[in-house]
C-alpha cells in the first residue's frame, strides 16, 4: 500500500489514507428555534439561552462536515480515497453504554429533546446520526486492523468522546471513539489499545468508561479545569488493574505548538513504549486552534503531532492507526485542521513548528543583520 515518492528534495514514504464517511451524520441538526419535548429540563435550557441576550444556535452543525467534504474536493490530497460508513449496532454500543442509558435514547428516534443541561440535543435524525458516527468510527478500525488501508479517519458527527456510559453529554450521544476500541478488543483481536485525545475539552466520557481498563491506555491533553468539563485533573491515573493507564496533561489557555509536543514527545512516546499497544486510536478535536479561542494549535502542530502519534503506531504495531473527529467549530480552521492532518497521515512533507512569532523574528533577523553595525571600509 505504502510506496516511496520524490518530493522536494528527499524521499517521503507516500501512504494510503481512507476517510471514511456517511451523509447520513448529516441529520443530525438540533433547531433551538423548533418544537422540542417539554420537560423541566427544556425549561431550564430555554432560561439560559434566553438570558444570553444574543440568538443562538446549536454550535456542532452539519456545515462542519460539509466544510471539510468541500475543502478536500477543491485541494485533494494523493493517497488519500473515500469510503462509506455504516451504522453502529445495539450490541456494539453496549460494550460502552448502558441498556438503559440506550434504550432512552433509542425512544428519542425522530423526536426533538433536549438531553443536558450543557444544551446537547438531538433532532428527529439525529439517533441515527449517532449511530452511524459509531459505527463509521468502527469501519475505519476494521479496515486499518484487517490491512485495507495504512491509516484511516472517520469524518463523523455528533461527536463522542464527552458521553459517558450512562450519560449523553457535550455534543455526544454515543462515545465513538469508546465503541470502536471496545469492537477492536472484542472482535479484532487487539488486546492492549492507546487512545490519544487533542480535543481541547477533556475528553470525561472516554475516561470514565476505561478508568479502571488495564489495556486501554487513555492519554489526553487538554485546557485545564475550569474549562469545560472541568475533569481530567493531572492526578487523574485511573483505578483497580487500571491505575497508571489513564494519563491527563491539563493544559493552560493559549498554549501552542512547542509545549503539545514537548507533551506527546516527553511523556506520551514513553508512556506508548511501556504500554506497546496494538492498535492506537486518536479523538481528534481541532477546537485547539486559535480561531476557536481555546487554545494556540496550529495547522503545523496538528500535522506534527499527527507524524508523532503515527512513529509510535510504526514502532508498536505496524502502523495501525484510526483518527475519528471530535470538536472544533470554526469551520476555517477546522477544515484546515483535518486537511493538514490527512496530508500528514498521507507522508506529506512536514514544517517542525516553533512558538507564535518566532519565525517571523528569525526572518527579521536575517534581514536586518549587518545594517547597525560600523563600516569596516577604509
Known amino acids: 500500500m505504502s510506496n516511496v515518492i520524490l518530493e522536494g528534495v528527499g524521499l517521503v514514504q507516500q501512504r494510503d489514507v481512507t476517510v471514511f464517511y ?25 432560561t439560559i439561552l434566553s438570558g444570553l441576550n444574543v440568538q443562538w444556535k446549536y454550535p456542532e452543525h452539519p456545515g462542519r462536515m460539509t466544510a471539510i467534504m468541500d475543502l478536500l474536493s477543491r485541494e485533494p490530497i494523493p493517497g488519500v480515497r473515500m469510503e462509506p460508513g455504516k451504522a453502529a449496532t445495539a450490541e456494539q454500543l453496549g460494550r460502552v453504554h448502558t441498556t438503559s442509558f440506550l434504550n432512552d435514547i433509542f425512544r428519542l428516534r ?6 443536558d443541561v450543557d444544551t446537547t440535543a438531538v433532532s428527529p435524525g439525529s439517533v441515527e446520526a449517532a449511530e452511524v458516527a459509531a ?12 490491512g485495507r488501508t495504512d491509516s484511516a479517519f472517520a469524518m463523523v458527527r455528533p461527536p463522542g468522546h464527552h458521553a459517558e456510559p450512562v450519560r449523553a453529554r457535550g455534543f455526544c450521544l454515543f462515545n465513538n471513539v469508546a465503541v470502536a476500541a471496545a469492537h477492536a478488543q472484542t472482535v479484532l483481536g487487539c488486546e492492549r489499545v492507546l487512545i490519544v485525545d487533542w480535543d481541547a475539552h477533556h475528553g470525561n466520557g472516554t475516561q470514565d468508561i476505561f478508568w479502571a481498563h488495564p489495556d486501554t491506555m487513555f492519554f489526553d491533553i487538554h485546557r485545564a479545569s475550569p474549562f469545560y468539563p472541568g475533569s481530567g485533573a493531572l492526578t487523574d491515573i485511573g483505578a483497580g488493574l487500571g491505575e497508571g493507564t489513564t494519563i491527563n496533561v491539563p493544559m493552560p489557555g493559549g498554549s501552542g505548538d512547542v509545549a503539545y509536543l514537548k507533551a506527546l514527545r516527553e511523556i506520551l512516546v514513553p508512556a506508548a513504549d511501556y504500554f506497546k499497544p496494538d492498535l492506537v486510536l486518536v479523538s481528534a478535536g481541532f ?31 505496524d502502523g495501525r492507526l484510526a483518527m475519528i473527529l471530535e470538536g472544533g467549530y470554526n469551520t476555517e480552521s477546522l477544515s484546515r485542521g483535518v486537511h493538514a492532518v490527512l496530508h500528514a497521515l498521507a507522508g506529506g512533507d512536514l514544517k517542525e513548528p516553533k ?7 528569525e ?4 534581514f536586518h543583520k549587518g545594517a547597525f553595525e560600523p563600516d569596516k571600509t577604509d
Not at 22 to 45: I, Q, Y
Request: net charge negative; with cysteine; hydrophobic share 45%.
Open 363 to 366: 526572518s527579521a533577523i536575517e
Open 110 to 115: 425522530n423526536q426533538s429533546a433536549w438531553l
Open 287 to 317: 477546537d485547539a486552534h486559535w480561531f476557536d479561542l481555546a487554545m494556540n494549535v496550529s495547522y503545523d502542530g496538528f500535522a506534527a503531532m499527527t507524524r508523532t502519534i503515527q512513529e509510535i503506531a510504526d514502532k508498536h504495531c
Open 135 to 146: 459505527g463509521t468510527a468502527i469501519a475505519a478500525v476494521e479496515a486499518v486492523v484487517e
Open 22 to 46: 456517511d451523509e447520513r451524520v448529516l441529520a443530525h441538526n438540533p433547531d433551538t428555534n423548533g418544537e422540542f419535548l417539554p420537560s423541566r429540563l427544556d425549561k431550564r435550557v430555554r
Open 355 to 361: 512558538d507564535a512569532g518566532i519565525e517571523a523574528v
